[in-house]
């Protein structure tokens, strides 16, 4: 739908915080309330969708419909998106004192002088957080300053006890990175490269809790070390957003720099959209967006956001869109203006004197280049060079624990596909269901490997196999002392599988008749007659085979 | 009020005043920087002489009451330390490399191992701090607001 055809439907459209688009057909105008699609008929005519009760003729419009309407006006626009995420490193103390940072303590238990900013206290660095920022740089590709410095940024909250958050303005950590990403198959596949713009190291703020009268400060979290990323903004959709952000957390996971979660705050993600004409060089309007829990919500807010400045702009309002911060509201699924008036922020930043400049030796970078892990991008590139299918390489590099079990079970000499093909089905739904993760499960790599050889070199069939595996996972031991215990080995000889053919057909005269007769569907049952008393030692492939045989012969 | 002003009148007395191109507040905004991070604006030569800060607003940023009186009254005070500032402009730093800081000393670090501070209870006991008299503008509460 162009614009100009838009326009020329004389409609009223009512434009709050609402998406609202027109249909093209019925001219019906389509809206959302509280998460639900309703449909506004211009007409009276009846029409062939049901009527709610009483009230003015809606219909419930599937969401595909509507989706497809507003994808048709989204079409004709390009969204710009950068984000902003704050990692919560997970270091033993706090980043200027030695008070121990525990997520859930008793609020006002793990503060001090220092991080509660009283006066005369003074802060010291934690040598860990330059080394965590170090790594995260690295990882990130980006350069690192061998000098920096750190700035305050002075506003007034009641949860910044000092009155200046210690950060970095203009000369942070590392500057200038990338990361690569591989988008889901789901949502089309395909290998992106987003810019970094900037890591820097500051602390976080206290937390405010809101009661019923008010609200009161616990100091807890006042200090924590923080490294903040400043992404390019090279995002265009909001699957690559949230992509980007679930490479971050798996990034500073493989590090081991923070638990990166969304829940519970130790990774938290502060998005900018506007969206502009196709063709047009000129930015938009950046709209921030914060309150966004989790990565599926990233995905939803900017999809909601660009389709809300989109509807606005096509219908030339797009005055409406002003420089603002929204916040995402899980619930109704949509974004809302922060009602109070935030005022331009001067932040008077000055260098901390209290802290004397960050210096770093080439020496101690290259030693700390060293030590990197296998980042997640390596081991995807590593995977995909083994042959494996871009589906198996995401889901195997997606959690650091699980590549580590694969990568140790294809040293003890298991076949790559098969090995694949365990942990990610039968293995990996264990897990799911009995909540544990890899490095709790009983079954061992080596033995893993072990069981899959002797599936392979035939000594044990697949269905046994599958049933032992529960026993492992569930509670350890070796697949050899399994086969022994329970005298699990396949039956490949055929006399000794045809002995118990010959058994099974003699006791069973009647199916016998039948299937010669011509009802060959007892084939089956047979089989299954035969595996009974083998207790499933019995090869399938033999068996039927010479089941058939002595089946069809003339007797 | 009297209170609140003389403390005032203490503070900027002592006021020392750290100027960099950065912290100069006049009249007009300031964003959080945008600029390339090669380019330092404390050595610029385009300001030939430091511009002073519209004093209202920088005693509503440092949270200062000032009555209209003190206004007149201390803005020639501190145009006059900024002035002195702006001698150092006429200082040539073609040559010179700029620091990133004042100090010589090299890093103070500290290992990461906990210590847990003992008597919290004094650090949030509302009669050591909170007790100043007026509750604070920004939050109208009184007494002691932490949990």
Redesign the interface.
Known sequence: MTVGRLLSLKVSVFLSSVPVSVHKQTGRILHVRNGVLYCTMKSSQSQTATQEKQQPPKVKVPQHALKKTVDKITRDYEAIIGIETHVQLSTLTKAFCSCPYNYGSQPNTSICPICMGLPGALPVLNSKVIEFAVKLGLALNCKLSLNSKFDRKQYFYPDLPKGYQISQFDIPIATGGYVDLDLPLEFGGGHRKFGITRVHMEEDAGKLLHSGNGAQVDLNRAGVPLLEIVSEPDMRTGIEAAEYAAELQRVVRYLGISNGNMQEGSLRCDVNVSIRPIGQSEFGTKVEIKNLNSFSSINRAIDFEISRQALLLSEGQGDQIVQETRLWEEGAQKTITMRKKEGLSDYRYFPEPDLPEVILTQEYVDSILKSLPELPEMKRRRYENMGLSMQDVLFLANDMNVAEYFDETLSSGADLKLAANWIMGDIAAYMKNEKLSINEIKLTPKELAELIASIKGGTISGKIGKEILFELLAKGGTVKGLIEEKDLVQIVDPVEIGKIIDKVISENPKQLEQYRGGKTKLQGFFAGQVMKLSKGKANPGLLNKILLEKLNAKN | MAMGSSRALLILSNFKF?T?A??S?SSK?????KTN?GT?NFSTKIRSSLQPPDLPRLAE?A?ISLAPNEVEEFAPKIRQVIDWFGQLQAVDLDNVEPA??A?T?????????????EN?EA??ASDT?WNLGEP?S??G?EGS???
């Open positions: 750290k960099t950065s912290s507040s905004p300031f964003f959080p920087f991070l330092r940023t949270r990133l800081r100090d000393e090299g890093d103070n670090l500290r290992e990461d191992v906990p210590e847990t501070f919290t650090l949030i701090l604070s920004n939050t509460m607001f932490l949990l």
